[in-house]
């Protein structure tokens, strides 16, 4: 492993919501000068799910992203608490969206979302052997689902219709393991 060449001299919190804490760091850079660096700090780990059924088919969510101002086609996703198992999260997330539970999980990639601003990191997930159920949306979201064949998601992808990341990253391990 190489050593970290950043010495942090202070940090101060700047900004805090349920969500995220964003900090101001003063460093001294691997240039041997003083620098700011900020950090962005997410209170939950991330989690994604691709649902895949015995014929071939996934499950893209489709909602409005506030940060993008526009419209997003993604895998099933969203926030664990750091003390509870992802696991038991991702199950979670894709019964609010979906309505599915699965009888198999496994776990394809972990993966940092943006590790020049942010410690944030979460799991994918490939989720099997599916039942289909209702759906439990949080207040916050006004979702659309898209049931499709596997391989119209990762032509989504390659076509630029998804560019969410950890879609993007989860579809294409996805494909490779799967062998599309």
């Not at 001294?28 to 700090?41: L, Q, R, S």
């Not at 991702?90 to 309505?99: D, F, M, Q, V, Y």
């Not at 039942?131 to 207040?139: H, I, L, P, S």
């Amino acid at each position: 492993m190489t050593e970290n060449p950043w010495k942090t001299l202070s940090k101060k919190p700047i900004y805090e919501n349920p969500w995220i804490r964003v900090e101001e760091h003063q460093v001294i850079t691997p240039a041997g000068k003083e620098g700011i660096y900020g950090k962005v700090h997410f209170k939950n780990r991330a989690m994604a799910i691709i649902p895949i059924d015995y014929e071939g088919y996934t499950w893209l969510v489709g909602q409005y992203r506030y940060t993008l101002d526009e419209y997003s086609w993604e895998i099933p996703m969203g926030g664990g608490p750091n003390d509870l198992d992802l696991l038991e999260s991702a199950k979670r997330e894709l019964k609010e969206e979906t309505g599915l539970l699965a009888n198999k999980w496994t776990e394809l990639l972990k993966i940092h979302t943006s590790n020049s601003v942010t410690d944030e990191w979460g799991l994918i997930y490939l989720a099997e052997d599916l039942t289909q159920g209702e759906t439990e949306f949080e207040e916050t979201e006004q979702l659309l689902i898209k049931k499709l064949p596997f391989q119209e998601a990762l032509e989504m992808v390659m076509s630029g219709q998804i560019t969410d990341s950890i879609s993007v990253a989860g579809l294409l391990k996805a494909a490779r393991i799967l062998g599309y």
